[in-house]
């Protein structure tokens, strides 16, 4: 069974102060593997796909990258709103489901 | 509408009722998805549509939770004889054609209270 493991749980910043969110995944054929943000009362919001060892992907503030077993999201320099909450999801098989982890709530005090 | 719009974006229902939770996917995306996401746990997958295919129901957790997508377009998720823990933030998600190349928009969800 897909397995997706979000770390840390919670992760409080100062702004200005870089970090990593991790997600680990244990799966039988990697297929994509997807970035969504989610803020409070929302549905997600889509980020990136990553979807072989060693690609890099960046947009304004954050990057991603991912490994055979896990994916960074990295956050450089953030500000208050790059708070909410991030997921990281895992696409197997040719047409199937996205599998989830529980998400990573990020805090950004000015 | 631009994107994938669901309804009602709240539903308080008694326990023991039926309840019908209804999404619009974004026009031309033959991918549909249901998700359930209650508190402190991730995206729990429901439910697939992908064009005229046999639905995935393998995530539905019961027989009493029942979908449908008519027309290729419109989805009604369906739960009967709702119960507490049934309580969460159903989530939809359309993409073109369902495959990893094309990435899930989501919708705003329905939060469902039973009570």
């Known amino acids: 069974e897909d397995q997706v493991t979000q770390s840390p749980e919670a992760l409080r910043l100062q702004e200005g102060e870089s970090s990593s969110l991790n997600c680990s995944y244990t799966?039988?054929?990697?297929?994509?593997l997807f970035w969504y943000r989610q803020d409070p009362g929302k549905g997600p919001e889509f980020l990136f796909t990553l979807y072989s060892a060693g690609e890099e992907k960046e947009k304004e503030r954050l990057k991603a990258t991912l490994t055979k077993k896990e994916s960074f999201l990295h956050i450089t320099a953030p500000k208050p709103e790059d708070s909410a909450t991030y997921l990281c999801?895992?696409?197997?098989?040719?047409?199937?489901?996205?599998?989830f982890g529980k998400g990573i709530t990020l805090s950004v005090r000015p | 509408g631009a994107g994938v719009s669901q309804s009602p974006s709240n539903k308080v229902t008694e326990k023991g009722k039926d309840v019908e939770l209804r999404c619009d996917p974004i026009?031309?995306?033959?991918?549909l998805y249901w998700y359930r996401q209650s508190l402190g746990q991730g995206l729990e997958f429901l439910i697939y549509?992908?064009?005229?295919?046999?639905?995935?129901k393998s995530g539905l957790p019961s027989d009493r939770f029942s979908a449908e997508r008519t027309g290729g377009s419109v989805s009604t998720l369906t739960i009967q004889r709702t119960q507490q823990e049934d309580s969460a933030v159903y989530l939809c998600?359309?993409?073109?054609?369902?495959?990893?190349?094309?990435?899930?928009?989501f919708g705003q969800g329905t939060r469902l209270t039973v009570v």
């Open positions: 549509f992908q064009g005229n295919s046999a639905p995935d």
């Open positions: 999801a895992v696409h197997t098989g040719a047409n199937s489901k996205l599998t």
């Open positions: 998600a359309s993409s073109f054609d369902g495959t990893v190349n094309t990435e899930a928009f």
């Open positions: 026009s031309g995306h033959t991918a």
């Open positions: 799966v039988s054929g990697l297929r994509g």
